[in-house]
Structures are given as C-alpha cells and as structure tokens.
C-alpha cells in the first residue's frame, strides 16, 4: 500500500534558522506531491505542489521543495523562519490514475521561537 | 469565489445519537474528499465523490458511516450511532478535476466533532 513518511513530528527553531522537514513515499508509479501548513485553529493551506517538470518547487512564504524521485522524497526547505511559520506541515501524494485521493504523512509540527 | 464551507464547524454529540457533516465545494468543483484527522495523527482518507456518485469509498468505517453528494446541495457525511472514538476533525476537500496537472484539492476550514 501506497505511504507517505515524514520523520520530523517535532521541530523547534529560532527564529532565522533554516528549515527542512523530510518526506519519503511509498509508491513506484507516477505521483503528483503537495505540501500543506495547517496554522493554529485554521485549515489546510496549499504552500507547494509538484506534478512534473523542473524538481525544485517554489511555493508561498518563501517554502521550497525539492523532489528527488531515485529517493523517493520531496522535502521542504526555507533558508530563514519566522514566528509565523509556527504551525503544522503535512505533506501528501496523490496517483496520476486510478482513484485520486490523497494520502497525507503524519505531520511536522513547527515552533519558531521568536 | 469563496473556499470550500463546512458546517457546522463545531458539534457535540452524545454516544448513540447522529452525526450529520455538511460540505459546499468551491463553485465549478465537482468532485469532493471526506478526511479524518484524529488526534495526533494525519489526515486519513474516507471516501470520493463526485455528484450523485460513490468513486472511492475504501476509507470509510464499514458500519454507521455514510456520505452522499446530491445533484442539487452540500455533500452529507453522516455518522449514526456516535461513539467516542469518532471524536475527530472531519475535513472536506473538493476540486475541479481528479487527478492530472490541474490536481488540487481545496480544503474547508472542518468540522470537530466531539463525542460525550
């Protein structure tokens, strides 16, 4: 069965520190790759997606995600956090054919600590 | 064009009663997800549905769980005989096309439902 890892449950940082938060999947076929951030109390918000082309994904906020298929990852980067980046991070896969739901990590929980 | 609606964003709920989510996609989205998020943990498929009809369904509790997605209204996902367990954030997602480049799902703001 098709999954998504991502190692990192608990990230603290200080506030200008870089970031990356891993996520590895579990699957042989073609994949489209999402990064979402859940603020506090709020709902999921896309920051980056991937479905083919240049590997280096730009997204919103100044997130990136680089996506290495022989490693099967696509982790997400940002050379400077703020405060404001506190929140949870899931990343998702979803299949080119076939049903096309999403299968989501456990999520990253960020503190940026001002 | 505003987001994916669900309501109610709260509800309470005693062990044995109903359960009833109710999710408007974004306008021109025609296909819609139904996740679980429970605690600590990350957002679990339950089911796909595009108008009137059931594609995937391999996520969903075999027994008192059921969602719909009528021609005319909200999808209803539906929970009968509450137990604790299903206390849990239910998210509902949509979007124009399933699959492909233009594959992005939408997700509403939830709906927490609390189990007494």
């Known amino acids: 069965a098709q999954s998504v890892s991502q190692h990192n449950h608990h990230v603290i940082l200080s506030e200008a520190a870089s970031l990356e938060l891993g996520c590895n999947y579990s699957y042989g076929g073609t994949v489209n790759l999402f990064w979402y951030v859940q603020y506090p109390g709020q709902h999921l918000q896309l920051l980056l997606k991937?479905?083919?082309?240049?590997?280096l994904v730009k997204g919103i906020k100044g997130f990136e995600a680089e996506f290495i298929k022989s490693k099967f990852s696509f982790n997400l980067r940002k050379p400077s956090v703020q405060w404001s980046d506190t929140a949870e991070y899931f990343c998702a896969v979803s299949l080119t054919s076939g049903t096309y739901k999403y299968i989501f990590g456990t999520g990253t929980r960020l503190k940026v600590l001002a | 064009n505003a987001g994916v609606m669900q309501n109610p964003r709260h509800l309470v709920r005693r062990r044995g009663q109903e359960a009833r989510l109710r999710c408007s996609p974004m306008?021109?989205?025609?296909?819609v997800y139904w996740y679980r998020q429970l605690p600590e943990e990350g957002l679990k498929f339950m089911v796909y549905?595009?108008?009137?009809?059931?594609?995937?369904e391999s996520g969903m509790p075999k027994e008192r769980f059921s969602a719909e997605f009528p021609k005319e209204g909200p999808s209803i996902l539906r929970i009968q005989q509450v137990v604790r367990g299903d206390s849990a954030a239910y998210f509902c997602a949509s979007s124009p096309v399933a699959g492909g480049r233009s594959d992005t799902q939408y997700f509403g703001p939830g709906t927490r439902l609390t189990v007494l």
């Open positions: 306008k021109g989205h025609s296909h």
């Open positions: 549905l595009q108008k009137e009809n059931i594609i995937d």
């Open positions: 991937y479905f083919s082309g240049d590997p």
